[in-house]
């Protein structure tokens, strides 16, 4: 794969419209995130994985499809999620030389116009509506554990030695805290990501690309392609999930 070959979808169902996009970076030789849109059950992930010789690859890649396996037969998302964890772990032991492989995971859930966020790890969800962008997921970061207590604020988390270590993820030695949160989509924009795109990107910058375009596959390649011109390193994905109206 190139290193800046791309991957995007558009997902039409009787009430949602998603896009996705997708891209290695600048400084990676294969893309370990994964996204899955599954409009028919109102299910749409976003995972990056972790480990390097394709296991962050598989991890996510795996991740995904079991969560959408658990909802489909009806098993609700935060333990759909834990299923996934205790597959990862099964599946490391499984593939010599993949062992410790982990994934984060996002995912959100909508039934008419509410939505169920589920999360472990960084990578994120945001609602952007009323031209404004607020992040509902909270990270699972040691740096989001310093904010929290007092230590550093917003702008040293960005330059932080330990910015991107995780406190836990899918595959991890222990079980992981699903923190989910429950919303009304109405009109707004429900926007998946890895950290690919929140670490370089601030929310000013992500909310005057959303508000650049009613296109909402022209916002998510456009999000993605403004972290490539910065020269993002890390691999970059990116849903956005929207009502017709």
């Known amino acids: 794969m ?23 970076g600048n400084h990676k030789n294969i893309n370990e995130d994964s996204i899955k849109a599954c409009p028919d059950i109102g299910l749409w992930l976003v995972a990056d994985g972790m480990s390097g010789h394709e296991g962050g690859a598989i991890a996510s890649q795996f991740a995904v499809n079991c969560i959408e396996s658990a909802v489909s037969k009806g098993v609700c998302l935060v333990d759909a999620i834990i299923q996934a964890h205790e597959g990862v772990c099964q599946l490391a032991t499984s593939f010599n030389g993949k062992e410790g492989m982990a994934t984060t995971i996002v995912a959100v859930q909508i039934k008419k116009t509410e939505f169920e966020v589920a999360w472990v790890g960084d990578s994120r969800a945001y609602l952007f509506e009323r ?105 970059i994905s990116v849903l956005l999930i929207q009502q017709v109206l």
């Open 2 to 24: 190139a290193n800046n070959e791309k991957l995007n979808n558009d997902t039409l169902s009787s009430a949602l419209m998603s896009a996705t996009y997708s891209a290695i």
């Open 131 to 235: 031209d404004t962008l607020t992040q509902l997921s909270h990270d699972h970061t040691v740096v989001q554990q310093l904010i929290d207590q007092g230590d550093i604020n917003e702008q040293q988390a960005r330059i932080h030695p330990q910015r991107n270590l995780l406190r836990q993820a899918l595959g991890g030695k222990t079980l992981p805290q699903v923190d989910s949160i429950n919303g009304q989509l109405d009109k707004g924009i429900l926007l998946l990501c890895t950290d690919g795109l929140s670490t370089e990107l601030t929310d000013d910058k992500i909310t005057s690309i959303l508000l650049q375009s009613n296109d909402l596959s022209w916002k998510a390649e456009n999000l993605v392609n403004k972290v490539l011109n910065l020269e993002g390193k890390d691999n």
